[in-house]
């Protein structure tokens, strides 16, 4: 006698697709052999749906961020991660199976969670460091996760799961979002991004002078709500302030995030907030104060900085290899290195600085 497999996790996400879709049969693609034995790809399974609204895409929903079976993690209020993605992808008329490129993606993004135990939550964004869909011809370099519009959160028995939508970005779109917020720019460009559907062909939606002036004027209004930036490149040499000899401390950041810090610096600092840069075992936090000053702990640095300090690494901070000398704080150099960007082979593609 076999013993039946509880699906209640699975079920409950079918029966609210269900609701979008009725009786129309997805394409789905199981995993044959599972991620815990040894398979390759971390999710149960993939469905796309065909969508003609606004215009046809396909809309291909994930199983397996969280639980489908019976209950295994020890929390009660979410089910696994807490979540499930969902990807819209436009859909040319005689096109019968979803593109490979995006179910592969939908798999990356469960390696990733499931290895390095990052989640995604609503306003969060990923940068791919190259075309979401390798080798194509495509401005779309990240990735922006809001709550699916036409899917709602479900309340299963293993927990709560939310329905995130990715949505493919451009460069500048992501820098845009970092330095005001995910949800207000993608609101601010809706009329350019119906259904916020993924099309691999589109510009950024950064060209449209009208998109372009709400995005300044909402970041001159709200600031930045990037209160952490993960870091690949960071580190701290704390000064030397000896009888004969004076050295400044120096902080070192690679090409790619000075250049986004300095943007950052005008969003959060100058609107009173702090930034916390993250790196391995090194948190280095950027505050607004009336005076500059240094304090250090074990892991962890915090740079006080006036106005005029602030104000003077918003003009120096830039994606270039080089020292910057502070003439308002000489107690701290800034060292630019270059920033390698890899493939997912780790072959470097392009150098920035």
């Known amino acids: 006698m076999t013993?039946?497999?509880?699906?209640?996790?699975?079920?409950?996400?079918?029966?609210?697709?269900?609701?979008?879709?009725?009786?129309?049969?997805?394409?789905?693609?199981?995993?044959?052999?599972?991620?815990?034995?040894?398979?390759?790809?971390?999710?149960d399974?993939?469905?796309a749906y065909k969508a003609e609204l606004p215009f046809p895409h396909w809309h291909?929903?994930?199983?397996?961020?969280?639980?489908?079976?019976?209950?295994e993690s020890e929390n009660p209020e979410y089910s696994g991660y807490g979540f499930e993605l969902t990807f819209r992808v436009a859909r040319s008329k005689d096109e019968e199976e979803p593109p490979a490129w995006a179910l592969n993606l939908l798999q990356n993004m469960g390696r990733y969670v499931f290895n390095s135990g990052n989640v995604f939550a609503s306003g969060d964004y990923l940068d791919a460091n190259g075309p979401i869909c390798l080798g194509a011809d495509t401005q779309l370099t990240a990735l922006a996760?809001?709550?699916?519009?036409?899917?709602?959160?479900?309340?299963?028995?293993?927990?709560?799961?939310?329905?995130?939508?990715m949505v493919g970005i451009t460069e500048d779109e992501l820098e845009a979002m970092k330095t005001w917020n995910t949800r207000s720019l993608l609101e601010a460009g809706k009329t350019e991004l119906p259904g916020y559907i993924t099309d691999l062909s589109r510009s950024s939606i950064l060209q449209v002078p009208a998109v372009q002036e709400s995005v300044q004027v909402g970041i001159e209004r709200d600031g930045s709500s990037t209160g952490f930036l993960f870091v690949d490149q960071l580190a701290w040499e704390p000064g030397k302030n000896g009888l004969f000899s004076k050295k400044p401390a120096v902080l070192t950041l690679g090409a790619k995030q000075a250049g986004t810090i300095g943007m950052l610096l005008r969003g959060r600092l100058l609107k009173g907030k702090d930034l916390s840069l993250m790196c391995n075992d090194l948190n280095v936090t950027l505050e607004p104060a009336s005076t500059t000053g240094i304090e250090i702990e074990e892991h962890s640095v915090h740079l006080k900085l006036d106005e005029a300090v602030v104000n003077e690494l918003i003009h120096k901070l830039l994606p270039k290899e080089g020292e910057i000398h502070l003439s308002s704080y000489k107690q701290l150099k800034l060292q630019i290195v270059k920033t390698y960007i890899k493939d997912q082979e780790g072959n470097v593609v392009s150098t920035i600085g």
């Open 60 to 71: 291909i929903i994930t199983f397996g961020f969280s639980e489908l079976y019976e209950k």
């Open 145 to 165: 996760f809001i709550p699916d519009p036409q899917l709602a959160t479900l309340h299963t028995p293993n927990g709560r799961v939310e329905f995130l939508q």
């Open 3 to 43: 013993q039946e497999v509880n699906t209640t996790g699975w079920n409950a996400i079918e029966a609210e697709v269900t609701k979008l879709y009725g009786e129309q049969e997805p394409k789905h693609y199981g995993t044959a052999i599972p991620y815990m034995l040894g398979g390759q790809d971390p999710l």
């Open 45 to 47: 399974g993939l469905s």
